[in-house]
């Protein structure tokens, strides 16, 4: 397995030993055929495979999102979607391909789908930032959701993104500003937003584009203030504690179905989404128009209400009664 993660080093080497047995049957076990120790051995990777992915931490499932080989935002929008034509520039500044967006269909309906990209090798990876937007991206986006609300179209949003890209040329553009705008602009929008969470959603990076009517996650997808590393840096002055700040923060699918942040988990394969792109896909699919179909049922004000109504529900905290002067001295 390539890009293997340490906790799939079970899986990797009974799949091993299976790759040997086959390549060289003349090693097998004389008490039994072949034919049965392939079919124990298969048995027990499938056993294993499930005990390991059944089992994760949450550091683990942050691996996951990570991983290399996961789909992105385009692989999904290839897969799901049909007739997409992308469109480029915010119109202020310049194009910013870490978004990507445009016109498309979802099984019959005529959205438009925008997401953060990330590359796949390094070339790539510099052209798109790394999935880490300046500010034109999320001009850009606010374009393209404003067109889509003037001929009405639903916005599909696809996050997956580290965070808005931190340097010196987004501060000096004012990438605070844009975000800010586009977390505004999206609470007015008169159609169905849904925004779906494939990866990483990093901070304001990811909330830029993920005001939505319905909030949606992929099973080891994260969705966080912070970044882990981040978090142990600050918490425990030290970034190997990152483990202990993924537990702490309650970022994957789970806990944040729980906390009420997100409104429903997509499964992915066992083994994560890489293991099964096109499974994924078909999951998130059906995910994305059944939600779809509920939103279009609504008017225009419902939604914009629900939405608003949403994003300040969240966040629940207890006031402890200060008490008075008169009491004290009882």
């Not at 691996?63 to 897969?79: C, G, M, S, V, W």
């Not at 010196?168 to 975000?179: L, Q, Y």
């Given at each position: 397995m390539?890009?293997?993660?340490?906790?799939?080093?079970p899986?990797?080497?009974?799949?091993?030993?299976?790759?040997?047995?086959?390549?060289?049957?003349e090693?097998?076990?004389?008490?039994?055929?072949?034919?049965?120790?392939?079919?124990?051995?298969?048995?027990k990777?499938?056993?294993t495979?499930?005990?390991?992915f059944e089992?994760l931490?949450?550091?683990?499932?942050i691996?996951?999102?990570?991983?290399?080989?996961?789909?992105?935002?385009?692989?999904?929008?290839?897969?799901?979607?049909?007739?997409f034509?992308?469109?480029?520039?915010d119109?202020?500044?310049a194009?910013?391909?870490?978004?990507?967006g445009?016109?498309a269909k979802?099984?019959?309906?005529?959205?438009?789908v925008?997401g953060?990209q990330?590359?796949?090798d390094?070339?790539?990876n510099?052209?798109?930032?790394?999935g880490?937007a300046?500010?034109e991206?999320y001009?850009?986006?606010?374009?393209?959701?404003k067109?889509?609300?003037?001929f009405?179209?639903?916005v599909?949003?696809?996050i997956?993104?580290?965070?808005?890209?931190?340097g010196?040329?987004?501060?000096?553009?004012?990438?605070?500003?844009?975000?800010a705008?586009?977390l505004r602009?999206?609470?007015?929008?008169?159609?169905?937003?849904?925004?779906?969470?494939?990866?990483?959603?990093?901070?304001?990076?990811?909330?830029?584009?993920g005001?939505?009517?319905r909030?949606l996650?992929l099973e080891?997808?994260y969705?966080?203030?912070i970044?882990?590393e981040?978090?142990?840096?600050?918490?425990w002055?030290?970034?190997?504690?990152?483990a202990k700040?993924?537990?702490a923060?309650?970022?994957?699918?789970?806990?944040?179905?729980?906390?009420?942040?997100?409104?429903?988990i997509?499964?992915?394969?066992?083994?994560?989404?890489?293991?099964?792109?096109?499974q994924?896909?078909?999951?998130?699919?059906?995910y994305?128009?059944?939600?779809?179909?509920?939103?279009?049922?609504?008017?225009?004000?419902?939604?914009?209400?629900?939405?608003?109504?949403?994003?300040?529900?969240?966040g629940?905290?207890l006031?402890?009664?200060?008490?008075?002067?008169?009491?004290?001295?009882?």
């Open positions: 390539r890009h293997q993660l340490d906790f799939e080093k899986i990797v080497e009974l799949q091993r030993k299976l790759e040997e047995l086959k390549k060289h049957p090693a097998h076990s004389l008490d039994i055929s072949v034919e049965e120790e392939v079919a124990q051995i298969e048995k990777l499938e056993e495979r499930r005990q390991v089992n931490s949450a550091w683990d499932r691996k996951i999102a990570r991983h290399p080989k996961r789909p992105f935002t385009l692989d999904y929008i290839h897969a799901a979607f049909t007739d034509s992308e469109l480029h520039g119109r202020l500044y194009e910013d391909r870490a978004v990507v445009g016109f979802l099984c019959g309906h005529s959205v438009m925008i953060t990330k590359g796949r390094t070339k790539e510099i052209m798109r930032n790394f880490s300046h500010p991206g001009r850009k986006a606010l374009r393209l959701m067109l889509a609300d003037k009405q179209l639903p599909i949003s696809l997956d993104t580290a965070g808005a890209y931190p010196i040329g987004a501060e000096e553009r004012h990438i605070a500003e844009a975000i705008v586009n602009e999206m609470m007015l929008l008169d159609v169905p937003v849904i925004a779906a969470v494939i990866g990483e959603g990093g901070s304001g990076g990811a909330l830029g584009i005001v939505a009517n909030v996650i080891n997808a969705y966080s203030v970044s882990p981040g978090c142990a840096a600050i918490l002055k030290d970034r190997t504690a990152a700040a993924a537990e923060l309650k970022i994957t699918a789970k806990y944040l179905l729980e906390l009420g942040l997100v409104d429903e997509v499964p992915e394969p066992l083994g994560g989404a890489h293991a099964d792109p096109k994924t896909a078909d999951n998130l699919k059906a994305l128009v059944r939600h779809l179909e509920e939103l279009q049922a609504m008017t225009p004000e419902a939604r914009r209400e629900q939405r608003y109504s949403k994003f300040r529900n969240f629940h905290f006031e402890k009664a200060v008490p008075s002067p008169e009491a004290s001295t009882v």
